[in-house]
């Protein structure tokens, strides 16, 4: 499944690719893709576990970018 996210507070393209690499890590997730001048998000991922990759892609942006914050569109 597919989905595409507003992600705001990211303060560089580094930042980006950095969170992008962290949530690729996730179990579950097929790719990841964040534009830093779009400020969007968009995941592919294993649809029957929506709700758990969703809690963790959550954790790992805080856990990297505290200030980001994303929201689906």
Same mark, same amino acid.
């Given at each position: 499944?597919?989905?595409?996210? *507003?992600? &705001?507070?990211?303060?560089?393209?580094?930042?980006?690719?950095?969170? /992008?690499?962290?949530?690729? *890590?996730?179990?579950? $997730? !097929?790719? #990841?893709? $964040?534009?830093?001048? @779009? !400020?969007?998000? /968009?995941?592919?991922?294993?649809?029957?576990?929506? /709700?758990? $990759?969703?809690?963790?892609? *959550?954790? #790992?942006? &805080? *856990?990297? /970018?505290?200030? #980001? @914050? $994303?929201? !689906?569109?």
């Amino acid at each position: 499944m597919k989905s595409k996210f *507003k992600i &705001k507070g990211l303060d560089c393209a580094n930042c980006a690719s950095q969170l /992008e690499r962290a949530i690729q *890590k996730i179990e579950g $997730i !097929e790719s #990841v893709s $964040i534009s830093f001048m @779009t !400020e969007k998000m /968009e995941l592919e991922y294993d649809e029957a576990r929506k /709700e758990e $990759i969703m809690q963790k892609v *959550k954790k #790992v942006i &805080k *856990k990297e /970018e505290p200030d #980001v @914050t $994303i929201q !689906e569109v």
